[in-house]
């Protein structure tokens, strides 16, 4: 097995392919589209990349490249919580720190302990959490890095305060992708389906496509609206749907919509691993 994340090593995508796939079947590349073209050529065998996070929302190159560019199929989605640390180098002095370092979004994600712990310890911006986490273990000073637990392992650092970010509930969802079609039942106790499809430009277009889901009894978890490439004020929809109880129901469901649409696409019916551990 050959797979690829979005890189570089001891990131948050590097730990969601460590939930799937052993460390010597993965490698790292430089952007979402180079692991989703890898994998559309044949040089991988999957690909695991970000599709959604809690708070920052929806990740448009992935679900573009989806929608518009490729042929592959979602085989499964990886829900991971997102935990940052407070990481130095072994036996450091975790109360002499000279400064802390992290990408942008990971120091505001841990604004709260930061100020109350290090309120006069300067906050400097790296371009990752995997790159704060290798200036920690190779500078002279006594610098530390927010980041995922995986580099901590990765640039053989000392965890000095876990859990440090300011929301407990915020996680980010990754997609592991494939050629192999997944359009047929799934037996797994929890799963979604995924399509997309764009609508005539007339009113009430969508109202009509979506009543088609409700007649079915099919629960929509989420929907996202991109825009038509070369059609301009056009739009495709991303639609997750949740388990139904009823496969042929959500087959029929799905005949119609495709009758109804102007461009149709199912990315996949796939079982959802979820590490958050209290479902929150």
Request: hydrophobic share 40%; glycine share 4%.
């Amino acid at each position: 097995m050959k797979a690829g994340y979005l890189g570089p090593l001891g990131t948050f995508s590097h730990q969601a392919a460590l939930e799937v796939f052993k460390e010597d079947e993965i490698r790292p590349y430089d952007s979402i589209y180079q692991v989703l073209m890898a994998v559309e050529k044949g040089e991988l065998d999957c690909g695991i990349v970000p599709i959604e996070n809690s708070t920052e929302g929806t990740v448009n190159a992935t679900v573009d490249a989806l929608i518009f560019d490729l042929n592959l199929y979602i085989q499964q989605l990886v829900v991971l919580p997102i935990r940052q640390n407070l990481m130095l180098k072994k036996g450091a002095d975790r109360g002499s720190i000279s400064a802390v370092y992290s990408h942008p979004h990971a120091l505001a994600q841990c604004r709260h302990y930061l100020y109350e712990n290090y309120e006069n310890v300067p906050e400097i911006a790296a371009q990752s959490t995997a790159a704060a986490a290798k200036m920690a273990a190779e500078s002279k000073e006594n610098i530390a890095a927010v980041a995922p637990a995986v580099a901590a392992k990765v640039y053989d650092l000392e965890i000095a305060a876990e859990n440090i970010q300011d929301s407990k509930i915020n996680f980010t969802e990754f997609v592991v992708v494939s050629k192999k079609s997944t359009e047929q039942p799934i037996a797994a106790e929890n799963y979604k389906t995924t399509i997309c499809f764009s609508t005539v430009h007339e009113p009430g277009s969508l109202y009509k496509l979506l009543d088609i889901l409700a007649i079915w009894d099919v629960n929509m978890s989420r929907i996202v609206s991109r825009p038509m490439k070369n059609h301009p004020n056009e739009y495709v929809f991303y639609i997750d749907i949740e388990k139904s109880d009823n496969w042929k129901d959500l087959q029929d469901a799905l005949v119609m919509l495709k009758r109804k649409t102007s461009f149709f696409k199912v990315l996949g019916s796939y079982p959802v691993l979820d590490r958050r551990g209290n479902g929150e």
